[in-house]
C-alpha cells in the first residue's frame, strides 16, 4: 500500500515537472521554431532562441548565411538552393531544421476594377416551369429527372455550348414525337436521359420546361498579374450562379474594364455593393480559363495598369503574414485606384490550400465613409504588407462589415497555374 502511494506521488510530481518544462521559455522557443523554413533570395527570416542554444549549418553552399547573438538567430537568403541547420544544446544536437531559398518572385498587383463575362459549360438549368399541355400541366425536364443546377451538355450527340443550340431540337423532337437524348453533367458525375418535349398549347410550341441560362455576368477586383506570362488572378472567391448558388462550370469567359459608378454603403446586417458598369468599349482585355474557390483566372490580352502600383512586388508566404497596418487596393470612384489602410487581424499560416486564412479589419477613415467598410464587389482588392502581395479580400462578415475575410496569396498563385516554388516536391514539405 505504501509502495503505491509512492508511485503516485512520483508520477505527480513528473508531470508537474514535465508541464513546468513545456512553459520553460527555451523550451518553449524551440517549439515554437518550424522543422521548415522557406524564404525569397534577399529576404531576411529571424527567430528567438535561448542564450545556451547555437545554429550551426551542415552543408556549407551559398544559399544562406547565418548570425547569431545571445537570444536570436538570423538567416540570410542569398541565392536559391537548400541547406540544413542545426540547433544545439551544449555541443548536442537537438533539432534540425531545413531551409529552403526560392528564386526572387515578383508580381504586379491589382486593384482595378474589372467586369466578368462567364460562358458555361452546356446550359445551365435553373428552374422547372409547367407547359400547358392538352392533359393537363406538366414540366417534361422534371419528368426527365432534370434537376435545378444540372448542366445540359449533350442533345442526341451533339455538344451544347449555348442556349440557342437548344431551340433545334426540341421543335424537331416535338413534331416527330420522339424523344431527345440528353447527357446531364450533376456534381455527382455525368449520366444519360430521355426527354420529350410537349406542346403549349397557349403557344403552339414545344417546350422542356426547364428555365436555362448559359452565361453570367458581374463586377470584381483584379488581384495580380505575373508579368512573364501575362496570368492573373482576381474575385478570391468562387463566382456562384445567382439561382442556384451552385458554383458556375466555366467553359470560358472574357474581362473587360469597369467603372464604378455608386457605391450603397453597407450596415451591419446589410452588407453593401458597388455599383458599376463595364467600359463603353467593351474591349476584351483577358480571357476567364477556371472559377475556383479561390477566384477567376486566365491570361491577359491587354496592358491593365493600376496607376499607383504599376512594377512588380514580392509576395508574403502565408506563414509571412503577420498581424498588423496593411492597405488593400480598389476602386471606389469611376476607375481610379486608391490605397486604403486595414489592420490584418489575424492570418492562419497554412500548409495546405484554403480559403479565409487571413482576417482584416478596415481603419480607413475615407473608405469608412465611403463604403461602411467591405462591399460586393470589392473581393479580390489586393491586400499589400510591408511592400508586399500577401493575399486579396474575399468576404465580409455580415454583422460587421468593416471586417472580412483574405484568402492568401500563395493559393491564387498555385491556382493560377503559377509555380513559386522549385518543385512539387518543396511545396508538400
Known amino acids: 500500500m505504501k509502495l503505491e502511494i509512492i508511485r503516485k506521488i512520483i508520477g505527480g510530481i513528473l508531470l508537474v515537472s514535465l508541464i513546468s518544462l513545456i512553459f520553460f521559455q527555451p523550451i518553449q522557443q524551440y517549439l515554437d521554431i518550424p522543422k521548415t523554413i522557406t524564404v525569397f533570395e534577399g529576404e531576411d527570416y529571424t527567430f528567438q532562441k535561448a542564450a545556451p542554444v547555437s545554429a550551426t549549418l551542415v552543408s556549407h553552399n551559398s544559399s544562406i548565411a547565418l548570425g547569431q547573438d545571445t537570444y536570436s538567430v538570423s538567416v540570410k537568403a542569398k541565392e536559391k538552393g537548400k541547406n540544413e541547420m542545426l540547433l544545439e544544446f551544449a555541443g548536442i544536437p537537438v533539432k534540425k531544421v531545413d531551409v529552403n531559398v526560392l528564386k526572387d518572385f515578383r508580381v504586379i498587383p491589382g486593384g482595378q476594377s474589372i467586369g466578368v463575362k462567364l460562358n458555361t459549360v452546356g446550359v445551365l438549368v435553373v428552374g422547372h416551369h409547367l407547359v400547358n399541355t392538352q392533359q393537363g400541366k406538366k414540366s417534361p425536364g422534371e419528368i426527365a429527372g432534370i ?45 444519360t436521359t430521355k426527354l420529350t418535349p410537349l406542346k403549349d398549347k397557349g403557344e403552339n410550341t414545344y417546350k422542356l420546361g426547364l428555365y436555362i441560362r448559359d452565361s453570367a455576368a458581374g463586377i470584381g477586383t483584379m488581384t495580380f498579374v505575373h508579368p512573364g506570362s501575362k496570368k492573373y488572378g482576381a474575385l478570391g472567391h468562387v463566382i456562384s450562379d445567382m439561382d442556384t448558388k451552385k458554383p458556375i462550370v466555366v467553359e470560358d469567359g472574357q474581362i473587360v474594364r469597369s467603372t464604378v459608378t455608386s457605391i450603397e454603403k453597407g450596415s451591419n446586417g446589410d452588407p453593401g455593393e458597388k455599383l458599376a458598369r463595364f467600359s463603353s468599349d467593351r474591349e476584351i482585355v483577358g480571357n476567364i480559363q477556371k472559377n475556383s474557390p479561390f477566384g477567376i483566372f486566365g491570361e491577359m490580352n491587354k496592358e491593365l495598369k493600376n496607376g499607383i502600383m504599376d512594377k512588380p512586388i514580392p509576395i508574403a508566404l502565408s506563414n509571412q ?62 491586400i499589400i504588407q510591408d511592400g508586399k502581395l500577401v493575399g486579396a479580400v474575399t468576404h465580409v462578415f455580415v454583422n460587421d462589415p468593416t471586417s472580412g475575410y483574405g484568402v492568401h496569396i500563395e493559393w491564387m498563385l498555385d491556382e493560377a497555374g503559377i509555380n513559386i516554388y522549385d518543385t512539387p516536391k518543396d511545396k508538400a514539405s
Open 321 to 382: 503574414v503577420k498581424e498588423g497596418p496593411a492597405k488593400i487596393l480598389t476602386v471606389v470612384n469611376d476607375d481610379r485606384v486608391e490605397a486604403f489602410d486595414i489592420e490584418i487581424v489575424s492570418s492562419i499560416p497554412q500548409k495546405f490550400p484554403a480559403t479565409k486564412g487571413i482576417v482584416i479589419k478596415v481603419t480607413d477613415p475615407k473608405l469608412l465613409e465611403k463604403t461602411g467598410g467591405i462591399v460586393q464587389g470589392m473581393s479580390g482588392s489586393p
Open 147 to 191: 434537376k435545378i443546377g444540372d448542366m445540359i451538355t449533350e442533345i442526341n450527340g451533339s455538344k451544347i455550348e449555348k442556349m440557342t443550340d437548344v431551340a433545334p431540337f426540341v421543335q424537331n423532337a416535338g413534331q416527330s414525337g420522339k424523344a431527345l437524348d440528353i447527357v446531364v453533367s450533376r456534381e455527382t458525375g455525368k449520366f
